[in-house]
């Protein structure tokens, strides 16, 4: 969903944050990083392999594993870090507010979510992400101009509604994809 080197490193989070954004227990979120240490080869990254083989331990079905890898794996490389590996499974997770999962997958990529602000670039990109993620098929650039009105951008807060109240995704959101 955008450049990762922007987003911060596991052992930075703030682990209340990210139990409340995903809906996961702190205690459960330090074992998933262990199963991810234990599953990722020595470069510290899961392929797609190890992808698979940990999303069906988590209980998600062969035929969803796909679109979650190919949707985080920001930097094309055919691997995921556990930060792209955590985004997908906070939009993964059945618990947890669907508005608060929306705003901590973007805030994790968002070049401007010091100020709170989405640029049309980085709001089509999202979109994208999430038509790969969900299987479906919008025209990120279709769906920027329902949003953004020709203004040039929007806040973080009105990106977030729209995602989770008026998009394609949001009757897909945590909605059976996985029991993470």
Known sequence: MGNQQQCPRFRQWDLQ???RSSGI???????LYDEFKRSAGRDGQLDKQEFQQLARRLGMPANEQYHPFRAFDTDRSGKLSFEEFVSAVVLMNQGGNQAHKFQYVIDQYNPNRQQGYITPEYGQQVFSSMNQFYGTQGDPCEMWEQIDNGRGGVSRDEFVNYLSQNSP???KFGGGRGSC
């Open 17 to 19: 944050s990210l139990e």
């Open 25 to 31: 227990p702190q205690q459960q979120l330090l074992q």
């Open 169 to 171: 995704y949001a009757q």
